[in-house]
């Protein structure tokens, strides 16, 4: 069972990896690129609060702030962008007049991929906030 484990993980993340990157370009990059800079800024101010835990609770609390606003940036971001790729989509399909349902789907779906990496993000940086929170001496 390990070795199928072995030999089946390059290929499951070189999928999963195409599958992000595909995700992404469809979003739009622009909004994907910053909701993915609210991740990674979500992600570092959590690390320096883990890191400042015992030695400044100060900084710890101060990195807490910084993650939720920059988790609730990101969830912010993704439903703009999603707002705008309905109301693009929307123009488009009184642009056509009788529209291919087929059509007005797929722009629904890359309207709501926005939202998604946003809500993405947004649970990833509460779940490391209520384990830093949880592990802070009041």
Known sequence: MFVLYLILKPILMKFLALQFADRF???GSFMMSLILICLLLSIFFLIKGF???KKKSVVSKKMIKLATDSSLLGLVIGF???VIGLISAFDSVEAMGDPDPS???SGLKVSLLTAVF???TFIIAR????VLRALQKE
């Open 118 to 120: 946003g809500l993405f």
């Open 80 to 82: 703009f962008a999603s």
């Open 25 to 27: 370009q469809e979003g």
């Open 127 to 130: 779940i490391g906030i209520l």
């Open 51 to 53: 890191l400042n835990l």
């Open 103 to 105: 059509v007005f789907a």
